[in-house]
C-alpha cells in the first residue's frame, strides 16, 4: 500500500506538465492567447464602422443644415452683420458637435452595459467550473481515504 505522499493525486502538489493526465490549467484555461477570437474581432470591428459612418452622417446632417440656414438668409443681410454671422456658424457648429458627442456617449455607455453583463455570465460560467472541479477533488479525496482504510 501506497502512502497519500507517494499518491500521484496528493493535494497540494499540482502537475505542471501538460501532458501529464492529473493537469489542470489554472490560466488561460485552455486559450493559447488573451486576444478574441475572429468572430468577436469581427464584431467590434464592425461597431466600429458603424460608429465611424454614424459620425460621418451626423457631420454631413450638420453641413446640409448649415447650408440651407445660410440659403434662407439670403443676400438681404447687409456684409457688416458678416462678424454675427461668423459667430452664429460657430455655435451651430459647436451644438452639431455636442449632438454627436451625446449619441457617441450613448452608443458607449450601450456597449458597456453590454460588456458588463458579458462579464457577469463568463463570471458566473467559472464559478460554476470552480465549484464542480472542487466538488470531484473532494470525491476523489474521500475515496482515496475510504480506500487506504480498507
Excluded: W
Excluded at 465549484?131 to 470525491?139: D, G
Amino acid at each position: 500500500m501506497r502512502s497519500n505522499s507517494d499518491s500521484p493525486l496528493c493535494p497540494g502538489a499540482p502537475a505542471c506538465d501538460p501532458s501529464d493526465p492529473d493537469y489542470v490549467p489554472s490560466l488561460k484555461l485552455g486559450y493559447c492567447s488573451h486576444l478574441p477570437g475572429p468572430q468577436l474581432r469581427s464584431k467590434r470591428h464592425q461597431r466600429y464602422q458603424q460608429r465611424a459612418a454614424d459620425a460621418q452622417d451626423r457631420s454631413e446632417r450638420c453641413t446640409a443644415a448649415h447650408v440651407l440656414v445660410d440659403l434662407s438668409h439670403g443676400d438681404t443681410e447687409a456684409s457688416d452683420t458678416s462678424d454675427n454671422d461668423d459667430v452664429s456658424d460657430i455655435i451651430k457648429q459647436k451644438d452639431c458637435e455636442i449632438a454627436a458627442l451625446k449619441h457617441e456617449v450613448s452608443a458607449l455607455q450601450n456597449t458597456v452595459t453590454n460588456l458588463t453583463e458579458e462579464l457577469n455570465s463568463l463570471k458566473s460560467a467559472a464559478d460554476r467550473t470552480s465549484l464542480s472541479c472542487m466538488q470531484s477533488t473532494n470525491f476523489t479525496a474521500e475515496f482515496i481515504q475510504e480506500k487506504d482504510s480498507d
